[in-house]
């Protein structure tokens, strides 16, 4: 069989950043002025009181402690609470479009590749800017590269799953190497509003290049892809074209990001450690010879107690390293910062998981060896 690497990874980190003491500050002086204008309604019961949110909350919650935006003056306006991104127009770059750039070209960088030698170019994220033209082929057309692109949506598994897709492709000869591009603008989904959810999100790029081992000067052999899809409506976004022909206003806020967050922990934590012990079994690695995983960065409960399951004792940071404090949950792109941040101690022959889960549901589990 064909031995894919990863070559090369990219990142693009906003400047702008939010810390949950500005986060929740915007949030409190919204939730005072919403009480003090419905407290006729308040005190009849017809409508309940908003509560506060504090810093000690969502750190205790989460992992949390700051996010970067794309925007952050929309997000702290209590009048607003939503990031201003304007509209471009046609002839420029796309904001999702120009990310992806400066994140593929620190990948294809690192990777000693140029435009000419990548074939493919899959925009994978949970958060497409529009429907088509696919962005992926407007991320190709930008770079120069020569081939064909597409997009793909599997929530927060998109980049493990685009990275099943990439090796496929290169497998079956339709290209010599792929750049996988999660460009994820994840603020302009969330409810700021909603004070279960109004943390949890911050915006990121990432990228990868994938290539044929023996085309490949450096990199991480990928041993094995697994994959797993499960239906549920514990996470949910409603938003798409039909949008437009229904004018009821029923179900308008979960046009934004909505979930059962306590059906989610409970439900998702057995599923993605079965996942990856099953697969390492199945692949004949003992967790002993497992150096590391980069788990999805969504919560950082979630990622102790599936390590734990996993390992059969609780993770050091070594084992299970954690960006979720800096970047919050970044869909997609989650656990490919934690690769791209913390695989360069690796020697040749060490094994690592990189693994995502969320909507869908959905899991991806990617076993690699550095080379």
């Not at 046609?90 to 750039?101: D, F, K, L, P």
């Not at 070594?318 to 941040?341: C, M, Q, R, V």
Request: proline share 2%; charged share 20%.
């Amino acid at each position: 069989m064909t031995a894919i690497v990863i070559s090369g990874t990219g990142l693009y980190t906003p400047e702008k950043s939010i810390s949950n003491d500005e986060l929740v500050a915007s949030f409190n002086g919204y939730v005072a002025l919403f009480n003090e204008e419905n407290a006729e309604a308040i005190e009849r019961g017809e409508i309940e009181a908003l509560q506060p949110s504090s810093s000690h909350f969502i750190e205790k919650a989460s992992g949390i402690r700051s996010r970067y935006v794309i925007d952050k003056a929309g997000i702290l306006d209590t009048s607003r609470m939503c990031p201003r991104i304007p509209e471009r127009d046609n002839s420029t770059h796309s904001v999702q479009c120009e990310i992806a750039i400066a994140a593929a070209e620190q990948a294809l960088a690192r990777s000693g590749r140029t435009a000419a030698d990548i074939d493919a170019v899959l925009v994978a994220c949970s958060n497409l800017q529009r429907a088509y033209p696919a962005m992926a082929i407007e991320v190709q057309a930008a770079l120069g590269i020569e081939g064909f692109g597409f997009d793909m949506n599997v929530a927060c598994s998109s980049a493990t799953f685009g990275i099943q897709t990439a090796v496929d492709s290169i497998r079956n000869g339709n290209a010599r190497g792929v750049l996988v591009v999660n460009p994820e603008i994840c603020s302009g989904h969330l409810n700021f509003r909603d004070r279960d959810a109004h943390f949890i999100f911050g915006d990121v790029c990432t990228a990868m290049v994938l290539e044929k081992q023996d085309s490949a000067s450096d990199g991480f052999e990928i041993l094995s892809t697994r994959l797993r899809t499960s239906y549920s409506n514990n996470i949910r976004n409603n938003f798409g074209f039909l949008n437009r022909t229904d004018e009821s206003g029923v179900g308008a806020t979960d046009k934004l990001f909505v979930q059962n967050g306590r059906k989610v922990f409970k439900e998702v934590v057995p599923m993605v450690a079965a996942q990856i012990s099953n697969h390492l079994e199945d692949t004949d690695i003992g967790t002993d010879s497992l150096k590391r995983m980069w788990l999805h960065q969504a919560n950082i409960g979630m990622n102790q107690l599936i390590a734990k399951k996993v390992l059969g004792h609780a993770a050091t940071d070594e084992e299970s390293p954690t960006i979720l404090d800096e970047y919050a949950n970044t869909s997609s792109a989650g656990s490919i910062i934690a690769f791209h941040k913390h695989s360069q101690d690796f020697n040749a022959g060490d094994i690592g998981v990189i693994c995502s889960f969320g909507a869908g549901y959905s899991i991806g589990s990617v076993i690699v060896r550095k080379c």
